[in-house]
């Protein structure tokens, strides 16, 4: 019995966990402060939340016991069930969100999954909180000899709630020191372009502007990760490479490598953030602002969206033409001076330095105006369509 009681005391500090970590990837505001640590964050919460679930199932017949040596209080049959369902429901439909991308399942189906999550998430918290309260307010002073018969059914103390709470504020406050120490790391440049592959072979090569080359930012700090979704990344060269621009404009056009080279381009010092929890500070992009692009061919008043495709041809994207049309959103084509290697989707590539990079569309070969909205290979796997970091617009 007193291992049960040990277990079952241990579900405050998990659910805690459970909610602040839910907090960190769910809140708008906690998911941006946290957004370098989101990869291990999901993890945490996901670990967390089958330790949960497994440490009450093993509970159940502490609890019955429990409930039937009280005769009264929160442990009554109605309220073990409902607590049973929504954890239930919480571990399946967690591990189902966690599964998904990796099996292909639709966008929609993992929105419903989603809703299904948060849903019982709340209800969770409506259900345990009126519990610990009534486990650790004040109860009469019982006689010693009762108090000896009645520590193996006591539910949690009030100083034991404390120090859950307590536990709590250290876990955050160490979320905090783990997320300032992070950036000032980014001081400290941890790679060079040297290290990617590079099978673009583009002549003529592009001439830097003054602010690229040395580079406007001091150079990038951070680590790239590369990611593919085909087995081998796309090569391209000057002679085959080209940009077409198609769907409702008033100029339909194909621009080839030197077209592109000889179009005005502009310097701009962003950070790119991934959503898997990773960032790279201070780079130096040199590009064609995608607006001029669009003033360049002509857009029909029916226009509302922009889809782009990548030479990865199972991979789109698309933004809204106001999100198109912002100053920082570029189709960029050299990265601190040099060329965007191929493993960072040169020869071209999307940049749209507010949103999450899986907006910024790789290898980058064809814009299509579009009346209807699209949503891409990312957006087809749960991810939100509009992916701005911080507050969305």
């Not at 409902?82 to 239930?88: E, G, K, N, R, S």
């Not at 006591?154 to 997320?179: D, E, I």
């Not at 490479?241 to 080839?256: A, E, F, N």
Request: one cysteine or more; aromatic letters at 10%.
């Amino acid at each position: 019995m007193n291992l049960q009681r040990r277990l079952h005391q241990l579900l405050a500090p998990l659910f805690l966990i459970l909610l602040l970590s839910g907090a960190c990837l769910y809140n708008e505001y906690l998911r941006t402060q946290f957004a370098d640590y989101r990869f291990a964050i999901r993890w945490i919460h996901l670990l967390t939340g089958v330790c949960f679930g497994l440490t009450f199932l093993s509970n159940l017949p502490y609890c019955w016991q429990y409930r039937q040596g009280t005769g009264s209080g929160p442990n009554r049959p109605g309220l073990l069930l409902a607590l049973l369902a929504v954890t239930l429901i919480s571990v399946l439909s967690g591990l189902v969100l966690t599964a998904m991308p990796y099996v292909g399942w639709s966008g929609p189906t993992i929105n419903i999954v989603r809703q299904i999550h948060i849903g019982v998430a709340v209800a969770a918290i409506w259900l345990v909180l009126p519990h610990l309260l009534h486990a650790t307010r004040r109860r009469p002073q019982a006689p010693v000899a009762a108090v000896t018969t009645k520590q193996a059914t006591a539910g949690p103390s009030r100083r034991g709630f404390l120090r859950y709470l307590l536990g709590g504020a250290l876990v955050a406050s160490a979320f905090g020191l783990w997320k300032w120490l992070g950036q000032q790391a980014t001081n400290v440049k941890t790679e060079t372009l040297a290290v990617f592959a590079q099978c673009n072979r583009m002549s003529p090569p592009p001439k830097p502007l003054p602010d690229s080359s040395p580079p406007k930012g001091g150079g990038y700090t951070g680590k790239f990760k590369v990611y593919k979704i085909d087995r081998e990344i796309p090569c391209a060269d000057s002679t085959s490479w080209q940009l077409q621009i198609s769907g409702l404009v008033d100029k339909p056009m194909t621009l080839r490598w030197e077209d592109f080279l000889k179009l005005p381009r502009t310097v701009q010092v962003s950070d790119f953030h991934c959503v898997e929890g990773w960032s790279v500070y201070r780079i130096t992009y040199e590009g064609v602002r995608l607006a001029d692009l669009l003033s360049l061919a002509g857009v029909k008043p029916e226009a509302r969206y922009v889809k782009f495709y990548s030479a990865e041809q199972v991979y789109t994207d698309a933004l809204s033409l106001e999100q198109a049309r912002l100053p920082d959103v570029m189709a960029a084509v050299l990265i601190d001076g040099g060329e965007i290697p191929s493993d960072l989707g040169g020869p071209v590539r999307l940049v749209v330095p507010q949103m999450f990079a899986y907006k910024a569309v790789k290898w980058l070969v064809g814009m299509e105006l579009t009346a209807t909205p699209h949503r891409g290979y990312w957006q087809e796997r749960g991810y939100p369509v509009d992916a701005w970091i911080g507050k969305p617009r």
